[in-house]
């Protein structure tokens, strides 16, 4: 299939050539399902200059829904400008396909609240977004809206079905937002039992809660190494495990065994009850991560005990 482009053309018009004759004709590209067959058999396609872009787009959606059209030269369609800017208010393609549709979904609901010219129509919408595996991902995260309650459908408009997002979940929204953001900057690659432990804290907000997990399992670990620590905790545990005569370190000289219970007697001291402490405030989430990224740290040198 070879697509040329003539100036002569209405823009929007489509016309199938096959043998240097016209088998088939569309007024706009709204109508190229009328005219699927001869695309699929045809020699060329002419089209207004302007239209090419938005042609190749449209028959790739086609194929993205089932339609047999890999011979049409689909591979590397030239996205129009306005698909392209479109796609830069979401987050990369990689990272898009890899989102929950909840997560997705946050997204799109911020888009919806912070875009003054948000299109609020699910056609209109999905013509502006990249076929495919990206479109099958807006469509799961526009579902995932609906099941939420955001999604308020206030009947046909134009034989096309709107919404708007209820006031009352407007509130629930600027939590949503705010969850979102903590759960981007988490980082990745921490003990895989301190993440089920104090994430869904994090993500809330409630940061006394996620650091005193943190080190609560930083304290059960040291309590796994020796069975002579089993009855006991907090400082106590660890004053135990590292001190002169105690179960860890039995190796090391006193003055690394003594900077070893100081590092984790202070931490905990410090971060497992920070309210207690003048100097620590947990109002910052980055301050957060990084209390918790000590306590990973802390994690990882009891497993190489």
Not at 103 to 120: I, S
Not at 189 to 197: E, F, R, S
Not at 250 to 261: H, L, T
């Amino acid at each position: 299939m070879k697509y040329v482009e003539d100036e002569t053309l209405t823009p929007g018009r489509v016309e199938v050539i096959e043998n240097g004759v016209v088998v088939a004709a569309a007024a706009n590209l709204r109508m190229l399902e009328v005219i699927r067959k001869a695309l699929e058999t045809g020699d060329e396609a002419r089209v207004h200059p302007d239209t090419k872009p938005r042609l190749l787009l449209s028959l790739l959606k086609m194929r993205a829904r089932g339609a047999d059209l890999d011979h049409l030269n689909l591979d590397r369609p030239p996205w129009p400008p306005e698909i392209r800017a479109f796609m830069q208010k979401f987050p990369p393609h990689d990272v898009l396909l890899a989102m929950e549709p909840e997560h997705l979904g946050k997204h799109l609901l911020k888009y919806f609240n912070t875009e003054p010219d948000a299109v609020r129509h699910w056609f209109d919408f999905m013509q502006r977004v990249m076929p495919g595996k990206i479109a099958d991902a807006f469509t799961e995260a526009w579902h995932w809206m609906a099941l939420q309650g955001f999604i308020v459908h206030p009947g046909d408009v134009n034989g096309q079905e709107s919404f708007m997002i209820g006031k009352d979940r407007k509130a629930t929204m600027v939590k949503g937002f705010d969850a979102l953001q903590r759960e981007v900057i988490f980082p990745s690659g921490l003990d895989a039992d301190l993440v089920t432990k104090v994430k869904p804290a994090f993500i809330r907000g409630d940061y006394s809660v996620a650091v005193n997990r943190a080190f609560t399992e930083v304290t059960a670990r040291v309590r796994e190494k020796d069975p002579s620590l089993a009855n006991k905790s907090g400082e106590d545990l660890l004053k135990s495990a590292f001190g002169p005569t105690g179960p860890l370190m039995r190796a090391a000289d006193q003055k690394e065994r003594s900077m070893m219970c100081d590092l984790f007697v202070s931490a905990y001291h410090l971060f497992r009850r920070p309210a207690a402490q003048s100097g620590i405030k947990l109002e910052d989430s980055r301050e957060v991560l990084n209390i918790i990224s000590l306590a990973d740290q802390l994690l990882r040198m009891v497993a190489r005990l």
